[in-house]
Structure formats: structure tokens, C-alpha cells
């Protein structure tokens, strides 16, 4: 099946009691059983569900994997990720990512239970060796990253960490299995917040992870049915529902960010525009190679880093929410040093170049003119 076709039919059938084309909400804690042990395949609605089991094969079918887990939380998927670990090993991740993201590796694994997370740049695969020892057990991945939009070349990472027997995961959120599949580029593991595009309505929290072996499955459900991080039905059938506008709505986001960017990029009070799909973005090339399109996010300084100049965008805008999360159909806005980000020291911020003035903007689905004249009326208030 193509893509389209994918996302409303993959791993979906009629309900088999009554025909509704919809995936029903199981809404049980426990199911019957004729005798103990003997069951139709569900026991306790921790362990499993069948709304949530048609989401997991539905997910799968996307990103091409063996299987997929689904979680409460993107942040529950990720911390099920690193129970995979012991204590003293080693992680290397892009240095680039989302603020939550090292918070649970630095704050949580690190100071807690002996894990080592080393945050390096990952743009020029070349440069991983030097940063892998023996200890080093997982390469963390985002691309593209959040929220510079930096682009880590996947292939080129995963063929040196199967050369040394360590795991990688990719965190896809920002593209979504309609613009990459990882696992075809030789990664281990893909997680998404599935909050953000593939819900996409901002009505939902969820995680998941897609992999490309039983083995890593089974390790991950045991985690999750030891620790309990699982989602409820009404949250699986709100995905399920959001994934069947999965490409159209990211194709009409990239669309739109294609335009905005390029505004962003001629106008007099916007410094750098960090997007992909420019020629002159140091990583175009592999974007090009490895993505169906640019994405639908962009961020960018103002030509004056002032955080009290930032703040007047972000408050003077009318379409574009101020709001964390992204990529639901609505436009969003946001400051990654005060907001996502917070969690990561300034000076940590600053080498990657996420600035006092930095500012994120998840593009919707809206009529691009009406986007680009609101943001022209922020701009008239500096």
C-alpha cells in the first residue's frame, strides 16, 4: 500500500462484532476469561487493549517496523527507552533536542541511576567515533532537530553504531513517518510524541515506539507492562482518528512553511531563519535525500537578539497560538529559551545558537497569506 492508503487501511478492520468501520473505545479494565488462562487474547487493559493494538499495527504498518508500543506520554515512551540500559553505560545523543528530552537523560538517568549522556553534534556522522567508548550502549537521534532544524544524516549514523553493536533510536516526531522512515535507513528504534502530528488536533497526549525487531519488542512491553506507562482507549482512538489526515495535513503544512520561511528569510527585522528546505542550509542535501519534504517548522532570530523584542511578536500575534506542543492543524508559536527549552542551561542553549531571541513556529493548515499577515503585524510592533 501507498502512504495514503496506509494510513486509513493499515493494520484496521471492521469490527468484527458489529461491523463499525471505526475502531471502537474498549472502554474495560478486565476482560472475561472462560477459565484461567484461557482468554480471546486480552487479560487486563494494562497489558492490553484492542483500540490500542489497532493503533500499534497501524503505526507499524507506517514506519515499516516489526511491531510498535504505545505509551501515555512521548516523555513515557522515551523513559521506557532508557530502562532498556544499565547503570554506567553510555549515551551519545545530538546535542540539538527537545528541552524534556535532556532533562530525563540528565536530571532523571544521569543523576539518579549512573547512566552518562554526552550531547554532541551529530551533523557530521564523521565525527561520531571519537565520541563512542566501549561503554556507549544507545545513539540518540532527533532530525530534524528542535529547535534549530538541524538534520543528522540517519544511514550515515546507524552504519557506524551497527559497526559497534550499539542501539539507535530515532526521534521522528518533527517529520513524522509521512516525510521519513528511519528504520529503512537502518535504525533500531523510532519514537514520536504522538501528541503532535499524528494526533494532530491538540486534543491528545500520547507515545510511541516503532522497532525493527521482536527482540526490542518484547523488551519494551515488558517494561511498559511492569511499569504501567500505557495510554487509555479514548487517547489510541483519538490517534487512530488523527493519523488518517496524517498527509494531508503535513503536506499542506509543508506547503505553507515553504512560503513562510521565505517571507521570514526577506524580511528586515528577522536575522537567521533556521528551515531546511533552503539551498543554503548546511544539511539541504540530506534533508533532500532522506525527507519526501522540508517539514512544517521553522524558527528563526530576530535581527535584534532581544529577548523584550521576541516577547513582542510572541504576544502580538492573532492566528498564530502562544503555545508549546506542535503540529496540530492550527499554527503555533513559541519561545524555546523560556518555554520547551527551559530545562537546558543557557550556556548550553547558546552553543547551538538557541538564542534570547529565538522563536518556533509549528505552521498549521491554515491560508498561508492570513499566517504571513499576522506575522507581518507582530513585526510592525518592533
Known sequence: MKFGTKVIHAGIEPDPTSGAVMTPIYQTSTYAQEEPGKHKGYEYARTQNPTRTALEHNLAALENGVAAICFSSGMGAMD?????????????????LYGGSYRLMTKVYENNYGLKAKFVDLTNANDLEKHISKKTKLIWIET???????IVDIAAVCTIAKKHGILTCVDNTFASPYLQTPLDLGADMVIHSATKYLGGHSDVVHGCVIVNSQELADQLYFIQNAAGAVPGPQDCFLVLRGIKTLHLRVERSCKNAKKIAKFLKSHPKVGRVNYPG??????????????????GMVSFDLAKDSFNDAKKVLSNTNLFILAESLGGVESLIGHPASMTHASIPREERLKVG??????????????????IEDLEGAFANL
Open 278 to 295: 533552503f539551498k543554503d542550509h548546511p544539511s539541504h542535501a540530506i534533508a533532500k535525500a532522506q525527507m519526501r519534504d522540508f517539514g
Open 144 to 150: 530534524p532537530t528542535n529547535p534549530m532544524l538541524n
Open 354 to 371: 538557541l538564542t534570547d531571541s529565538l522563536i518556533r513556529l509549528s505552521i498549521g493548515v491554515e491560508d498561508v497569506d492570513d499566517l
Open 80 to 96: 521506557s527507552i532508557m530502562k532498556l540500559l544499565k547503570s554506567g553505560d553510555e549515551i551519545v545523543s545530538v546535542n540539538d
